[in-house]
């Protein structure tokens, strides 16, 4: 069960667009369709914003997008907005009924 | 509207026992797989452990096997994770959440600290 891999940092200026990458093995991210991204902003709870690989949640901005090859998923934010300044978590199914979080990219918005 | 809202959290000394509670409203509890999910200070998201809807099945993490159980009553719609030999790693806000699509729903938290 080891974590998977996130950038530690990636940034961007308002209306661009940013892609962070969730690295696994054929195990866990490459094995199932069942990576979920999570956004947390300092001392809140995490908030569901894809799931499924690519599917969003009601209330989630469309600018929110989530894909995979092989053993490597990603989620993009277009737009890139103030309050999109957070910390995002990648998590993946890894069979047993086990789970996987990565190690969390902080967004930065300049 | 959903809530979840742990208790239970906070100091005990290393090798200690403390028992976290989750109490669930807003949606049929006894319907739904539930986590525990937890975050040291300054850390990432750590997935702890799930339980199936009946309280039939769960896993662990390796870093918990062993040493905590993950419980729950359907009646009183609450959640529970017993946490036995805690260690100072231990230490961490811990979530639970509801298995709805895939963590849709989670918590406030509630801060664990193992120290002497």
């Known amino acids: 069960q080891s974590a998977l891999t996130q950038p530690r940092s990636v940034s961007g200026s308002p209306g661009q667009s940013v892609t962070l990458s969730c690295t696994g093995t054929?195990?866990?991210?490459?094995?199932?369709?069942?990576v979920s991204w999570y956004q947390q902003h300092p001392g809140k709870a995490p908030r569901l914003m894809i799931y499924n690989v690519s599917k969003r949640p009601s209330g989630v901005p469309d600018r929110f997008s989530g894909s995979k090859s092989g053993n490597t998923a990603s989620l993009t934010i277009s737009g890139l907005q103030a309050e999109d300044e957070a910390d995002y978590y990648c998590c993946s199914y890894a069979g047993s009924y086990l789970d996987v979080f990565g190690t969390g990219t902080e967004v930065t918005v300049l | 509207e959903v809530q979840l809202v742990e208790s239970g959290g906070g100091l005990v000394q290393p090798g200690g026992s403390l028992r976290l509670s989750c109490a669930a409203s807003?949606?049929?509890?006894?319907?739904?797989?539930m986590h525990w999910v937890r975050q040291g200070p300054g850390k990432g998201l750590v997935w702890v452990s799930r339980?199936?809807?009946?309280?039939?099945?769960?896993t662990y993490a390796d870093s918990v096997k062993g040493r905590f159980t993950i419980s729950r009553d359907n009646a009183k719609n609450t959640l529970y994770l017993q946490m036995n030999s805690l260690r100072a790693e231990d230490t961490a806000v811990y979530y639970c959440?509801?298995?709805?699509?895939?963590?849709?729903?989670w918590g406030q938290g509630a801060l664990v600290t193992v120290s002497s």
């Open positions: 339980i199936k809807n009946d309280g039939s099945y769960a």
């Open positions: 054929s195990s866990d991210v490459g094995g199932y369709d069942y």
């Open positions: 959440a509801r298995e709805y699509l895939a963590l849709a729903d």
């Open positions: 807003g949606f049929t509890f006894s319907s739904y797989w």
